[in-house]
């Protein structure tokens, strides 16, 4: 390409102010690049953005979490987790930069908002110290799985530029009777050494052992080794702990938290937002999207990024360009896998055995999809996308009339 060499330049100043659109707006030239064919600067690129991110997140931040909130040691590639004295299994895992990788969460406005307040309570701590009051130091996610809540709590440590103890708890309750306390204990002793965010994930993976009547006694001294782990680091560094079962959490361990965070499934405009991130790449129109956010239904973002890859791959395999109408027919094919029930009579449903009803509905749900843009969808004309938006009106009003009646 020509002037590429300046162009890698602006791409590179750009990239290293961490502003994820001009990020976005860089993914899309590397993409359009290959698909010209031009593979050399479109490598080049590819390299840009991958050092980039991890010079970004090593990088020291301008606002430093201050030295009082967070304490000990630094946390270097050279120290190793504790393990299992039993299995050797480590009992945690120590990511230096722990956004790496990773996509940034989506959120609607009341998330980002909650989060924000966190990371600008962590970032200030020396300021609402001077005004005597104590920044709090620990955090519950909780909410349904595949929400992005280990997403966010690793986005969360890499804003304030720390690394992460990540320990999945499931891998830490051990069956050895009285191994499972001490493992927690050595945990977080640990995390207690290091300057870092400690990530308890799979927190309820503890209340399992009430299940079994042989593991009560266990349990109960897991619990108040964990209360008292939890007390003593309440003045050492952050806790973020993470459930998708809240109401299994024993309620004096719940109130050790100062915040607790709810992450629910995404709303419409939300996973809306997902599939225009997740397909960007497609350079899909965004009345496709809507569409398909719109047959997706109420799923998870962790299920939207399994169907957003799928639906990717299966356009690569078949060498079909992503017009419109090949997204309608590969999502047909893949919607089964997103697990719809026999018993789900929702617009995926819809799409699937009966377009006209499904188009009607579309229409008239208010996201602003054209008729042209359908019609492109179903491969038929505008007109028939009309019509069938006319008998969808119609047949409401008489089921309303019927309903009534
Ligand atoms: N809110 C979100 N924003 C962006 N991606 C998401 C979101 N929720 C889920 N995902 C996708 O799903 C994957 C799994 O999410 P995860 O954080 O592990 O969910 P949870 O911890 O709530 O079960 C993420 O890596 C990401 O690709
Ligand atoms: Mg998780």
């Known amino acids: 390409m020509e002037h590429f060499s300046a162009i890698q330049s602006l791409c590179r100043i750009g990239l290293e102010n961490g502003d994820g659109r001009f990020r976005k707006q860089v993914e899309r030239l590397r993409d359009r690049l290959t698909k010209a064919g031009d593979e050399r600067d479109a490598a080049t690129l590819s390299a840009l953005l991958a050092n980039v991110t991890s010079d970004v997140s090593l990088a020291p931040s301008n606002v430093e979490v201050s030295r009082s909130l967070v304490v000990g040691d630094e946390l270097t590639g050279n120290v190793h987790p504790p393990v299992d004295r039993e299995t050797s299994v480590p009992l945690a895992e120590i990511l230096l930069a722990p956004s790496a990788g990773q996509p940034s969460p989506i959120f609607d406005e009341t998330l980002q908002l909650a989060m924000g307040a966190l990371v600008s309570e962590w970032q200030n701590a020396e300021a609402l110290k001077a005004l005597g009051v104590e920044p709090s130091r620990s955090c519950l996610f909780y909410g349904p799985p595949g929400t992005g809540k280990t997403l966010a709590a690793l986005t969360l440590a890499a804003k304030l530029n720390l690394p992460v103890v990540n320990a999945r708890i499931d891998g830490l309750v051990s069956s050895f009777l009285g191994t499972t306390a001490r493992n927690i204990a050595n945990l977080f002793d640990f995390a207690n050494r290091y300057r870092c965010v400690l990530i308890l994930d799979e927190f309820d993976a503890l209340a399992k052992m009430r299940d079994d009547p042989h593991e009560l006694g266990e349990l109960k001294r897991v619990v108040n080794t964990l209360l008292q782990n939890l007390d003593a680091r309440a003045n050492k ?70 169907f957003a890859d799928a639906l990717r791959r299966s356009l690569a395999l078949s060498g079909s360009e992503a017009t419109p109408r090949a997204i309608t027919l590969a999502t047909k094919t893949l919607l089964p896998r997103l697990g719809i029930e026999d018993s789900d009579m929702g617009p995926a449903r819809l799409f699937l055995v009966n377009e006209p009803k499904f188009i009607g509905e579309v229409l008239h749900a208010d996201l602003g999809i054209r008729q042209d843009s359908l019609a492109q969808m179903f491969d038929c004309s505008q007109s028939k996308i009309s019509r069938w938006s006319g008998e969808w ?6 089921a309303v009339r019927t309903a009534d009646a």
Not at 393 to 398: I, L, P, R, V, W
């Open 237 to 306: 560094g952050l806790t973020i702990a993470i459930t998708n079962h809240e109401g299994l959490l024993d309620p004096a361990v719940w109130r050790r938290f100062q915040n607790h965070v709810r992450i629910g499934q995404p709303d419409l405009p939300t996973r809306l937002e997902m599939l225009r991130t997740f397909l960007g790449s497609l350079e899909l129109g965004d009345d496709v999207i809507k569409t398909l956010s719109y047959v997706a239904g109420p799923r998870s973002g962790s299920d939207l990024k399994t």
């Open 393 to 398: 009106a119609s047949d409401e009003k008489t």
